[in-house]
């Protein structure tokens, strides 16, 4: 059976349709790409401007947190808000088991939960390490991207949903510590960074170890960062 | 019988989701990053495939006789991969949870529309054997779940291959099976009752039971559990849960008693060998899941990280197996003894076992171990086989289908609100444990470092311990299930003038 007149006519009329909707658009005017160093220097300008985020950090390998080699951070989530406070949950595997610690830092003042009893607690004063450290302009996310090195456009991608410019070099180790603590072996860093095509805000950053401590796997941290500058609420736990 | 093996290949595959979980349940939670004391959640892992697989046997015998066998295979085929694919690329606890229940409903509408299948497609001299094949093939799934996990899991270095090598088998038996059923006698697409309240409400009242047997108490003021466990965000719906779970029941009895086609004869229980066999298979269902889900979480306390998941095939592989050994002989010797007596000497040897790995220190001991799990399975074996002969011989000719379904909906059952309770009796144990630990603070002049090795001292000498014997005290109470079920199972033996009609 002959199939009916618009079935055989089909494939004419798409590509009819296909031509005129071809026809009714301009030619798109090819926009030069712009240089790697051009895209970190926006990325930089805008995270200044950044007030709040929330993050997530997972990590691959082994980022051990203790000389023992017993306690190892699994990754993280939580809020930022500028100039220095944070909101953070951390897990940490030990002993086949997996436990949390959280961790709010509100200026100089840090608490944390007692990894045993899950209790508030002041967080130890010789706590080195507070997350509101990636606003520092001198010490935070800015001056990792002011120390980058050698740095390539990789492409056009998509990081949840949303349109991003991803672009790949080298950070030296030593800018990369106050904001990961002294937890990478390699120097210089690999890392991938993407940013929002549109509006430069970072979307997400890989770090690469390419060395480990004897007997563990060299650790890959991925930190997304999204709902820039939504309202967060950072608040002092009862102790 | 050329038609049904591809049939029986997935049969056996959704069979093998039930207990594949437990050995790799260890690497899946530190995968996912889902803490430790957070059990009353991350056992939805197991149970949430577990109450889909069980909800779906009821229902879909009677679906595919709407819809027609060869849609509803191929239909609920897809679920399960889809399913499938979804564990294999889930990347938080909710994912995998929703995962798994996708899989589990897909897993278990398969199982009844096999059956189905077999009566279309086989005459009626040989549709007993190939029923008794299908049934066969899922319980070797059941049996070999564990170590097929493992085994994937060790071979790959990762616990997604197990679900991700589900897509190339079903899709093979897919395709397989649409050319092959093309044409075949099956039964199509028919008007057909379908008893759509009774579904609505066994799944509502299954649901909120399990959800609410499996939360626990939380601190006031939402404050974190012990390890920093998160509080469940469904504590504070434990009790409505439970009464909308325990309304859903009575309104289910009610329905069912009116209804002209019931999803499930409740005339059945009336015949009191069938109540009690169902009662003790419940029970016994209850006791054996602890076994599967808690051996592997305490062997994850007890040896090195990447030897989890093979240690614990080899436990649940001895527990497994000698299970279905412990059916095999039972089933014979209740011919012989009769099936009351085989019934209470299998509750016996299963409570002794259970018992006996209450006892179990904090370091790995594989020879007790081993030797334990093999006298507890034998016991659940014995018991496994009687019980179900006599609730089906105690159901009229014209119930024996759904009498079976019932018989194995029940053991379903008792394994998903067994281990939701029992999770979250230990949980609650555990949580209070930690909790009353001496107060560990920095002292001063104290290095972080110094405080940090401090408190693992504390963990290392009471929170692992304390872990462990909340698993061990949850055999214990696998024990006392075994002895509650001697008295339901003493039941068996008293004969209604009903029976058999």
């Known amino acids: 059976m002959r199939p009916p007149p618009f079935v055989r006519l089909s494939p004419v009329i798409l590509v009819l349709i296909l031509g005129l909707l071809a026809c009714g658009r301009s030619a ?12 970190i220097e926006a990325a930089t300008a805008r995270f200044a401007e950044l007030q709040t985020a929330h993050f997530v950090l997972t990590i691959e390998g082994d980022v051990f947190l203790d000389p023992q080699q017993s306690l190892t951070l699994r990754g993280a989530e939580g809020n930022i808000q500028r100039p220095d ?29 007692n990894f045993l009893t899950g209790r508030w607690e002041q967080a130890p004063a010789d706590l080195a390490y507070n997350p509101a450290v990636l606003f520092d302009p001198e010490r935070g996310i800015q001056a990792v991207l002011r120390a980058t090195r050698d740095v390539t456009l990789v492409g056009n991608e998509t990081v949840a949903g949303v349109a991003a410019r991803h672009l790949r070099g080298v950070a030296p180790r030593a800018a990369v510590t106050p ?17 929002d095509a549109e509006t430069s805000d970072i979307l997400k950053v890989v ?30 736990p009862a102790t | 019988m050329r038609q ?27 995968d996912l990053r889902v803490n ?7 056992v939805w892992i197991v149970s949430g495939y577990l109450l889909a697989y069980t909800l779906t046997i009821p229902v879909m015998g009677r679906v595919s006789d709407i819809f027609g066998r060869r849609a509803t295979f191929l239909v609920a085929l897809g679920v399960f991969l889809a399913g499938s694919a979804a564990c294999a690329v889930a990347g938080s606890l909710p994912a995998i949870i929703a995962a798994r229940v996708l899989q589990g409903l897909g897993g278990g509408a398969m199982v009844p529309v096999a059956m189905a299948a077999v009566g279309d497609l086989l005459p009626p001299a040989r549709r007993a054997g190939a029923l008794g094949v299908v049934a066969a093939v899922d319980t070797l799934g059941w049996v070999l779940g564990p170590l097929w996990g493992a085994a994937i899991e060790q071979l790959t270095g990762d616990w997604r291959w197990i679900f991700a090598l589900n897509l190339p088998i079903g ?15 099956l039964a199509g697409p028919r008007r057909a009752p379908f008893d759509l309240p009774g579904a609505l409400l066994l799944t509502a009242a299954l649901l909120c039971l399990s959800l609410g047997l499996s939360v626990t108490a939380e601190l006031p003021g939402g404050a974190n559990r012990a390890l920093g466990a998160a509080p469940n965000p469904l504590s504070a719906y434990r009790l409505p849960l439970v009464t909308a779970g325990i309304v859903a029941f009575a309104g289910l009895v009610a329905v069912e008693w009116r209804a002209a086609h019931p999803l499930i004869p409740l005339g059945l229980f009336g015949q009191r060998r069938f109540a009690a066999g169902n009662v003790t298979n419940f029970l016994i269902g209850a006791a054996l899941m602890v076994a599967m889900v808690n051996v592997p979480l305490l062997t994850a306390l007890q040896v090195d990280a990447a030897q989890v998941s093979r240690v614990s095939a080899e436990l649940l592989g001895t527990f497994s197996l000698a299970m279905g050994l412990g059916a095999l002989a039972g089933g014979r010797a209740a011919e012989r003894l009769g099936d009351v007596g085989v019934t209470l000497a299998g509750l016996l040897v299963a409570a002794g076992g259970f018992w006996h790995m209450s006892g179990w220190g904090d370091a790995f001991a594989r020879p007790r171990m081993v030797l334990d799990l093999a006298v507890t399975g034998a016991g659940v074996g014995l018991v496994i086989a009687p019980i179900a002969a006599v609730a ?70 009471y929170a692992i311990p304390a872990t462990m014997a909340v698993i061990r005290d949850t055999f214990a109470a696998a024990a006392l299930i075994c002895l509650v079920a001697i008295i339901p199972a003493l039941l068996l033996a008293r004969r209604s003038g009903r029976a058999r009609g």
């Not at chain 1, 798109?28 to 895209?39: D, F, G, K």
């Not at chain 2, 609100?417 to 002049?445: E, K």
């Open chain 1, 28 to 39: 798109p005017t090819p926009t030069p790409a712009p240089s790697p160093q051009a895209l």
């Open chain 1, 85 to 113: 406070r944070a909101a953070t949950k951390a897990d940490l595997g030990f002993a086949g088991a997996t436990i949390s610690v959280e961790l709010v830092s509100l200026g100089p003042d840090q608490y944390m939960t």
């Open chain 1, 179 to 195: 904001v990961t603590g002294a937890a990478f072996h390699a120097d210089p860093i690999d890392f991938d960074l993407w940013i």
């Open chain 1, 207 to 236: 770090l690469h170890d390419t060395a480990a401590a004897q007997g563990a796997i060299p650790a890959t941290w991925t930190l997304e960062l999204s709902r820039h500058n939504e309202p967060v609420h950072i608040e002092r």
């Open chain 2, 4 to 30: 049904l093996v591809p049939v029986l290949l997935v049969v056996l595959v959704a069979a093998l989701d039930v207990t594949v979980i437990a050995p790799i349940l260890p690497a899946v939670l530190v």
């Open chain 2, 36 to 42: 430790s004391a957070e059990a009353d959640r991350y």
């Open chain 2, 171 to 185: 899709a093979a038996a897919a395709l397989v099976l649409a050319r092959l059923w093309r044409g075949a006698p």
């Open chain 2, 392 to 461: 089906i011989n105690a159901a009229r000719r014209g119930d024996l289908g759904i009498a079976s379904g019932i018989v194995l909906a029940m053991r379903l059952l008792g394994m998903t609100l067994g281990i939701s309770a029992l999770t979250a009796w230990g949980v609650d144990r555990l949580n209070h444990a930690l909790r009353s630990l001496p107060p560990v603070t920095q002292q001063p002049g104290e290095s972080l470092t110094a405080y940090l090795a401090r408190q693992q001292e504390l963990a290392v000498q």
